[in-house]
T-cell receptor, first 114, second 115 residues
């Protein structure tokens, strides 16, 4: 069965520091991979996605993620965190079938110290 | 582009009544819409998938008679929680997918409180 694991429930970083949020997936083949961010009062916003090709993908707001097949991982990174990045981050796996369903990880809450 | 709205954003209803939540894609036509439920500090759980003009497909364990989904047009899907009970209190989120694209665009969610 497909599953997504985000091992870190909370992460706290200082503003200006680098960030890495972990995501591991379980799937029979290489799935479609997504990172979404959820801020209070706002819907989930797509940060970036991986379908195929270059394993390092760039997203919005200065985020990037690297797909590592050998580790079944798709970690999200940002070189310098801003206070406005404080939010809940979700990794998701998409099935490569006509259902277009997404399976979400449990989320990681990012706190940013001033 | 790719804006999805939900209405209402917050609703309180009495136990035993029904409440309808609307999900609209504002600037694109949505072939498929999805309904999720999110408990506090938890992830999103897919409840059902709806395709325009077809019956919704419910995930295992979701009561289709309690959570009625209608996708009557390419820009509107509705979720009706029938005979609501306090345990139905939750955050309900919809998303929409446009033809030819895989990614889903999410609405801001509806907080339902059943008293």
């Amino acid at each position: 069965a497909q599953s997504v694991t985000q091992p870190d429930i909370h992460i706290t970083v200082s503003e200006g520091a680098s960030l890495e949020l972990r995501c591991n997936y379980s799937y029979g083949a290489t799935p479609y991979l997504f990172w979404y961010v959820q801020s209070p009062g706002q819907g989930l916003q797509l940060l970036l996605k991986y379908f195929s090709g270059d394993t390092l993908v760039q997203g919005i707001k200065g985020f990037e993620a690297e797909f590592k097949r050998s580790q079944s991982s798709f970690n999200l990174r940002k070189p310098s965190v801003h206070w406005s990045d404080a939010a809940e981050y979700f990794c998701a796996v998409g099935a490569k079938d006509s259902s277009y369903k997404l399976i979400f990880g449990s989320g990681t809450r990012l706190l940013v110290r001033p | 582009g790719a804006v999805v709205s939900q209405h209402p954003s917050w609703v309180i209803c009495k136990s035993g009544t029904s409440v309808k939540i609307e999900c609209r894609s504002l600037d694109f036509q949505a072939t498929t819409m999805f309904w999720y439920r999110q408990f506090p500090k938890q992830s999103l759980m897919l409840m059902a998938t709806s395709n325009e003009g077809s019956k919704a497909t419910y995930e295992q364990g979701v009561e289709k008679d309690k959570f009625l989904i209608n996708h009557a047009s390419l820009t509107l899907s509705t979720l009706t929680v029938t005979s609501a009970h306090p345990e139905d209190s939750s955050f309900y989120i919809c998303s929409a997918r446009s033809p030819g694209l895989y990614e889903q665009y999410f609405g801001p969610g509806t907080r339902l409180t059943v008293t």
